[in-house]
C-alpha cells in the first residue's frame, strides 16, 4: 500500500491565483481530513470526510473548497489564494471513529 | 473536545526513558486519548491511544491516571531518532472525529 499520498510536494503561487492540492489513499478509509500547519504552530483542521459525498468544515475553512467523489480522493481546491495560505497542508485518512489518522507527506505552499 | 495542557519542550538523554507529560482534566467518560509525534516537517505519525487501562505497543506505553484527568507518554528507551514533537489529543469516540492539535511538546533527545 502506498498510503496517503499528496501532489504536489511544493507549489509557489502568485496572490489571486488557484490550485487544487491531490490527496489520494489506497487503505479504504472512509474518513479523509485537510489540515494546514503554520510554522512553529499545531496543526488546523481545514475540512474533513466521512465518506463520499460528504464533506464537513473544520476549524479554519475560509479560502478553500474541497469535494469527494470518491472513496480513494479528497483534493482541496484553494480560490483566489492569499499570503495569508502560505503553509504546509497535509491531508490524512482513518479507517472510522475511534481509528488512528494515517497522514501524508505534506505540500508546502507559498503565496507571494 | 477536551483541551490539553503539555509542555514546551523536554530533553532526554539517549537510551533513557522519555516522560512525557498531558493534562486533560476536562475529558469526559467517552474520550480517547491518543498520542502523535511529528518528526521534522513530516506528516504526523500515530503512537499510541487509550480509554481508561494502560496501552503498550512496539513504540511507547501509555499511562492514565485513575481520574483519567492526566496521562504519560513512555519511550522506553530515547533514540536521536525519537527527536521530535509529540501531540497529545483527546477525542470522542462518537460522532463526527474531529481533531484539534495543539502545538505539542518538542522532545530533544540528546547524545
Known amino acids: 500500500n502506498a498510503g496517503v499520498t499528496q501532489t504536489p510536494k511544493f507549489r509557489i503561487l502568485k496572490i489571486g491565483q488557484s490550485m487544487t492540492l491531490q490527496c489520494a489513499q489506497d487503505?479504504?478509509?472512509?474518513?479523509m481530513y485537510w489540515y494546514r500547519q503554520d510554522p512553529g504552530m499545531g496543526l488546523k483542521l481545514i475540512y474533513y470526510?466521512?465518506?463520499?459525498?460528504?464533506?464537513d468544515k473544520g476549524e479554519v475553512p475560509n479560502g478553500y473548497n474541497v469535494s469527494r467523489s470518491t472513496t480513494e480522493d479528497f483534493p482541496l481546491r484553494l480560490e483566489l489564494a492569499a499570503p495569508s495560505q502560505t503553509s504546509v497542508y497535509f491531508c490524512?485518512?482513518?479507517?472510522?471513529?475511534?481509528?488512528?489518522?494515517?497522514f501524508g507527506p505534506g505540500t508546502r505552499l507559498t503565496v507571494t | 473536545d477536551a483541551k490539553t495542557t503539555q509542555p514546551t519542550s523536554m530533553d532526554c538523554a539517549e537510551g533513557r526513558a522519555a516522560n512525557l507529560p498531558c493534562n486533560h482534566s476536562?475529558?469526559?467518560?467517552?474520550?480517547?486519548v491518543y498520542w502523535y509525534r511529528q518528526i521534522h516537517s513530516q506528516g504526523p505519525q500515530y503512537i499510541i491511544h487509550?480509554?481508561?487501562n494502560n496501552e503498550t505497543n512496539e513504540m511507547a506505553s501509555l499511562i492514565i491516571t485513575e481520574d483519567r484527568k492526566s496521562s504519560t507518554l513512555i519511550l522506553p528507551h530515547a533514540t536521536l531518532r525519537d527527536t521530535a514533537v509529540y501531540y497529545c489529543?483527546?477525542?470522542?469516540?462518537?460522532?463526527?472525529?474531529?481533531?484539534?492539535f495543539g502545538t505539542g511538546t518538542k522532545l530533544q533527545v540528546i547524545p
Open positions: 476536562t475529558i469526559s467518560g467517552n474520550e480517547y
Open positions: 490524512a485518512s482513518s479507517q472510522g471513529i475511534g481509528y488512528e489518522q494515517y
Open positions: 487503505m479504504n478509509h472512509n474518513y
Open positions: 487509550g480509554l481508561k
Open positions: 470526510s466521512v465518506g463520499a459525498g460528504i464533506t
Open positions: 489529543i483527546v477525542l470522542y469516540s462518537g460522532g463526527y472525529q474531529k481533531v484539534t
